[in-house]
């Protein structure tokens, strides 16, 4: 996996701690899409984290049973609040393909 991040990202995360999470949620109207999120801020115990080191900070990523992307992109995003946007192959939304039935 690839992670992409420019200056800006590296500095807000090493401002906040030098740690990132990044995981996926179901969406609730929609079972099979996940939508990715990112903060510098733990989201709690229900999710389980791989720890990932380089580019300047520590990440965290759990990918809710999704394939790590080949590329994760981060970006500083956000005006007067900044915050971390993801994205996965340069989606911020992945749709899961749901097995045919016979």
């Not at 500095?11 to 939508?35: H, I, K």
Request: net charge negative.
């Amino acid at each position: 996996m690839k992670v992409i991040a420019n200056p800006e990202v590296v500095e807000f995360v090493r401002d906040r701690g030098g740690c990132l999470f990044v995981w996926t949620d179901r969406l609730a109207s929609a079972q099979n899409v996940m939508y990715v999120e990112a903060s510098t801020q733990s989201p709690g115990a229900d999710h389980e984290f791989r720890r990932l080191a380089g580019g300047g900070f520590e990440l965290l990523i759990d990918s809710g049973g999704a394939d790590l992307p080949d590329e994760l992109h981060l970006d500083v995003k956000g005006w007067p609040t900044k915050r971390i946007r993801a994205y996965w192959n340069g989606q911020h939304y992945l749709h899961d393909h749901p097995v045919p039935q016979d």
